[in-house]
């Protein structure tokens, strides 16, 4: 009941605003259309104007190490006629009718925007926007509908921080009053909820926030919520940061353990480094992983990894691990192997994969999932590595026949929801199957479905077919590593 009154409270205090207010949430309100660049108005973009223009963010984008000016790359864009949309002109129209309402609502209804933040699912959203395009015969109809969900994902990230700054702005009496309702928050039903107001708390300056989310950590049972609280209350730093992490690096939840050591990336505090090399004598498995990056970040340093398997080079220790392998019709085609020859793209990472699948532990548990226009898996969920199984797993990959299509987005989701927490993904082309097939949007999608569950994606991109700007971001945004092999 009280989530609903804060809700009609927040639609009443819309209606008091004027027309614009009332459609902030609708992203297919006419009053905020998301309009295509023409190829040339995009070609005069800056480099940055254009990772914008695309979906991209510049703050987490990472260029493929290849290529000096990577920034250009309108050609990954599905069909190559629309290479960019209006994004920063709907977002900043939306931004200044956010900011009037914020300043219209007063402090105890604050936190029902983000009840009002609800995001649906990839296929709900096409299916609930259809009518949002124009004609949807078009070939752009899927891609303008992909548009509109990133410009909607970038004004959710951007009104959450802007809730933050206004309740930081707010008197004492008006914020601990904001403050209550939040804390308040992290107690309702929905996780989704939970973890917005956790990510608020984060960002909200007050000593009385960063207790709140320390004192949920301990109640709480919802893993991707743990994860989130985690990360909001290692944001707010303090004395106490080192005890924190002491305590949360051995919790009971892997995401928790995990959220721990990907903040010790970027932690510049003297006592990091000390910390990790007493975490890397004890951690074993996944974790394991996830210490020796976190070292290599903080000393810029490879440390000797012992153990564990590669692929393609890429080493892990992970006990739960997948490998999504392309058999799309391109891996027929060849590339260089040893010695000058050539060979099939399917063949080489047949090899590749017994080799990794040899080295596997006993206790181990893995599976196989072969991706074209549609995803095969070895087996229905993780099984040991078994000698029996590790051989079925090739014989699985050779009677495969090579298929059409790539559909990057469908294997990703089904390995994330295995169970798994390593992924390893081989592709050697473009996304063109599957609920998602903008390339910018595939690594929004799955860094939002990841961040909670925390999984690490490595990426493998054969011959020079490969799209190397969404592997090198997806194994960026997901804590993974990326390797080209042509």
């Not at 129209?93 to 300043?103: H, S, V, Y």
């Amino acid at each position: 009941m009280r989530r609903c009154g804060a809700a009609l409270l927040l639609l009443a205090a819309f209606a008091a605003g004027g027309p614009n207010d009332r459609n902030l949430f609708d992203p297919a309100c006419p009053d905020y259309r998301l309009r295509p660049y023409s190829p040339k108005m995009f070609a005069d973009l800056s480099p940055r104007a254009r990772l914008q223009a695309r979906g991209l963010d510049p703050a987490h984008y990472c260029p493929p190490p290849e290529a000096a000016d990577t920034l250009v790359q309108a050609d990954n864009i599905r069909h190559k006629l629309i290479p960019g949309y209006y994004y920063a002109e709907r977002l900043e129209a939306k931004q200044e009718a956010f900011e009037i309402t914020l300043r219209r609502a007063p402090a105890g209804r604050l936190v029902g925007f983000l009840e009002l933040m609800v995001e649906p699912g990839p296929v709900a959203f096409l299916r609930a926007y259809g009518h949002a395009v124009p004609n949807r015969k078009t070939p752009f109809a899927t891609q303008h509908l992909q548009a509109l969900r990133h410009s909607e994902r970038q004004f959710t990230d951007w009104a959450l921080r802007a809730v933050a700054r206004r309740i930081n702005e707010l008197g004492p009496f008006p914020r601990g009053a904001a403050l209550d309702d939040l804390v308040r928050g992290l107690e309702q039903g929905d996780p989704a909820f939970r973890r917005r107001c956790a990510r608020t708390l984060g960002e909200v300056r007050d000593v009385l926030a960063a207790s709140a989310l320390e004192h949920r950590v301990e109640t709480e049972t919802e893993p991707t919520v743990l994860a989130a609280l985690v990360r909001a209350r290692l944001l707010h730093g303090g004395p106490r940061l080192r005890s924190l992490c002491e305590r949360w690096a051995g919790h009971d939840a892997a995401a928790v353990r995990v959220a721990v050591r990907r903040a010790c990336r970027t932690l510049g505090e003297p006592w990091v480094l000390e910390f990790l090399r007493a975490r890397l004598a004890k951690d074993g498995g996944r974790l394991r992983d996830e210490t020796l990056w976190a070292l290599k970040a903080q000393t810029g340093e490879d440390i000797a990894c012992t153990g564990g398997v590669t692929f393609y080079g890429i080493p892990t220790h992970s006990h739960r691990v997948v490998f999504c392998i392309d058999i799309s019709g391109s891996m027929l085609f060849p590339m260089d192997g040893k010695g000058g020859r050539r060979e099939p793209r399917i063949n080489r990472t047949r090899r590749e994969l017994l080799r990794a699948l040899t080295d596997l532990a006993p206790g181990t548990l893995f599976n196989v999932y072969l991706f074209a226009g549609d995803t095969v898996a070895l087996a229905p969920r993780l099984a040991p590595a078994t000698s029996e199984q590790k051989e079925a797993a090739i014989a699985f990959l050779e009677e495969q026949g090579i298929r059409g299509g790539t559909n990057v987005y469908g294997v990703l989701a089904e390995a994330l929801a295995s169970g798994a927490d390593t992924v390893f993904l081989l592709s050697d082309g473009e996304p063109n199957r599957g609920v998602i097939v903008d390339p910018a949007l595939i690594i929004e999608e799955i860094a939002d479905r990841n961040a909670h569950a925390a999984a690490t994606i490595h990426t493998v991109g054969l011959s020079q077919d490969q799209n190397a700007e969404l592997l090198v971001n997806l194994a960026h945004r997901n804590g993974g590593r990326y390797v080209a092999s042509r």
